[in-house]
Structures are given as C-alpha cells and as structure tokens.
C-alpha cells in the first residue's frame, strides 16, 4: 500500500483547506484510515479517523466542529476539509492506513503535506 497526500499550502487564519490522501497497490487490505499532523518540537497527533465503511469517524477535541474527514473507497481517495484554521493548526499533516481483517494487521504512512496557517 503506498499513501500520497497532496492539498496543504500556506493560508490564513480563518481559511479552508482540502487534504487528500490516495491509495494505490493493495487497498482492498485497507481497514481504517486517518489523518496525523505533527508540529516542529511536537509528538504526532491523531487529527482524525474513520472506517472502512466511513461510517464511524473520530475528532481530536482540537478540530471537533472545523475538521471533516471522509472517504471515496471508489477513488482509494481520503480527504480532509479543514475550515477555520487557526495558527496553532500549522503542522505536517500525514495520512495513514492500517490494514487487517483477514490480512496481516501493517500501518502504512504517506509522506506528509505542510499545512502552515499564518495569523
């Protein structure tokens, strides 16, 4: 399984972006998926989570309310629409994606997209 996001970019406070995260290889094996960011001198953070069916989702209390994840199993495609973004947003933000079920259980990492956020 190999992870692409693409989508961050340098805002201002008050803005809205669109992160997505493709899939490709083996990912009829993809259970879960989320997004992590991590900030410089900070320990990565789960911003958000969702199941393969997309029926469950999960919000750290910091976006609850800004941040929607959802995905488009049709497309191996995750998104992550960010509104009201705030400095304290600005991260590398990283998709990930676990498999298992009847598959060995493995987590695939992307390769990060900045987000930067100015006040």
């Known amino acids: 399984v190999q992870l692409v996001e693409s989508g961050g970019d340098l805002v201002q406070a008050g803005s809205s972006l669109r992160l997505s995260c493709a899939a490709s290889?083996?990912?009829?094996?993809?259970?879960?998926m989320g997004w992590y960011r991590q900030a410089p001198g900070k320990q990565r953070e789960l911003v958000a989570s969702?199941?393969?069916?997309?029926?469950?989702?999960n919000y750290a209390d910091s976006v609850k309310g800004r941040f929607t994840i959802s995905r488009d199993k049709a497309k191996n495609t995750m998104y992550l629409r960010m509104n009201s973004l705030k400095p304290e947003d600005t991260a590398l933000y990283y998709c990930?994606?676990?498999?298992?079920?009847?598959?060995?259980?493995?987590?695939?990492w992307g390769q990060g997209t900045q987000v930067t956020v100015s006040s």
């Open positions: 969702i199941t393969s069916g997309g029926g469950s989702t």
């Open positions: 990930h994606a676990e498999t298992g079920g009847r598959f060995p259980r493995y987590d695939y």
């Open positions: 290889g083996s990912t009829f094996k993809i259970n879960d």
